[in-house]
């Protein structure tokens, strides 16, 4: 009995999981950030670098996680949150400096929502991760989580056209679209670049869309279950 104590490993205390190599990555992401938002109009160019290099991070600490075994809940959801809270504080920033604001807005509401539903019907599943999507019947849906590859260019499509409106602004009352358009026809590399990133940004809001109403449903059918129960 006494061996079989010996053998077992040892029950990582709490404070080893909070530094643990991923977790302490987020946490340099959280101040790189709130830096980063503070000289946003101050100083433009390096807050597009320390927001990029920061969603760049995003990779880095779950690499760390399965590399070094450092997989974890919290920081699964430090994780999501920091990308959710700096996506939005940029889009409200956009929102300030485009006509019409309510279109940044807008994508906004639409990210965090369905990520919550999103997060709320796997756990009603029982899943582990809102990644799991092999039951999904849409195939789009099961391509943008089944497919590593395809899902980074979405999300780095998404963020690299925030970054590049957000330096394409010359004022306070820009219009988007007159923006876009003449971005898009100039023939410069910045062409190019919107472009590409026009295409993965739509694809990951048509997923968000998908997502949120296959979340939906899930709560309601758990909702329907639940008053069926005796």
Request: glycine share 4%.
């Amino acid at each position: 009995m006494a061996n079989n104590k010996m053998s077992r490993p040892r029950k990582p205390g709490r404070l080893s999981v909070y530094l643990y190599i991923p977790n302490i990555i987020g946490y340099t992401r959280v101040f790189m950030n709130c830096y980063a938002f503070a000289i946003c109009f101050s100083n433009k160019w390096l807050f597009c670098a320390l927001y990029f290099i920061s969603f760049v991070c995003d990779g880095v600490d779950g690499w760390c996680a399965r590399k070094f075994n450092q997989v974890s809940t919290f920081g699964a959801v430090l994780d999501m949150v920091t990308d959710r809270i700096s996506t939005a504080c940029l889009l409200v920033i956009l929102s300030q400096v485009y006509r019409p604001g309510m279109v940044f807005l807008s994508l906004l509401a639409l990210d965090i929502a369905s990520h919550w539903l999103q997060m709320y019907s796997t756990f009603l599943l029982g899943k582990v991760s809102h990644k799991d999507v092999k039951d999904s019947t849409n195939w789009l849906f099961k391509a943008y989580y089944g497919n590593r590859m395809f899902m980074a260019y979405c999300c780095v499509a998404c963020e690299v056209l925030y970054i590049t409106l957000f330096l394409l602004a010359q004022n306070d009352s820009e219009k988007l679209m007159d923006v876009l358009k003449s971005s898009i026809t100039e023939g410069s590399p910045i062409s190019v670049l919107v472009g590409l990133s026009v295409f993965g940004w739509a694809i990951k809001q048509l997923v968000n869309v998908i997502q949120m109403k296959t979340a939906a449903d899930i709560c309601v059918l758990h909702d329907i279950n639940k008053k069926e129960r005796p």
